[in-house]
């Protein structure tokens, strides 16, 4: 049910956007709830944004709701986040995760596998 594989992150201006892919199982991306967290340097993981298998979301504050998109893909085994009119405060590591079926979950110990991350970085 692992191997969470994140790509499309890179170094962009503030202002522009970025689509993110989480690659995964058939299985997982079909059945489990997905979610996006991201690790600034120096701070705890946060929620990003998290998308269940009935197609229900959740974001983290009405900030990011408004600039970036989950979805999901199954036919390409896929999840996208999204991400637009970035913001310098916006540079992290961006990781995928999958959790057991349910509501999207805000919660990082929901979340039962993870991705390696991948570098987001907004130049102001």
């Known amino acids: 049910q692992g191997q969470l594989v994140e790509s499309g992150g890179g170094l962009v201006q503030a202002g522009d956007s970025l689509r993110l892919s989480c690659q995964a199982p058939a299985r997982t991306v079909m059945w489990y709830t997905m979610g996006w967290f991201r690790q600034a340097p120096g701070k705890e993981r946060e929620f990003v944004a998290a998308i269940s298998r009935s197609g229900s979301t959740a974001y983290n504050d009405d900030d990011v709701k408004g600039r970036f998109t989950i979805s999901r893909d199954n036919r390409k085994s896929t999840v996208y986040l999204q991400m637009n009119s970035l913001k310098p405060e916006d540079t992290a590591v961006y990781y995928c995760?999958?959790?057991?079926?349910?509501?999207?979950?805000?919660?990082?110990?929901?979340?039962?596998?993870w991705g390696q991350g991948t570098q987001v970085t907004v130049s102001s």
């Open positions: 995760a999958a959790a057991q079926p349910g509501s999207p979950s805000r919660e990082h110990g929901s979340y039962e596998h």
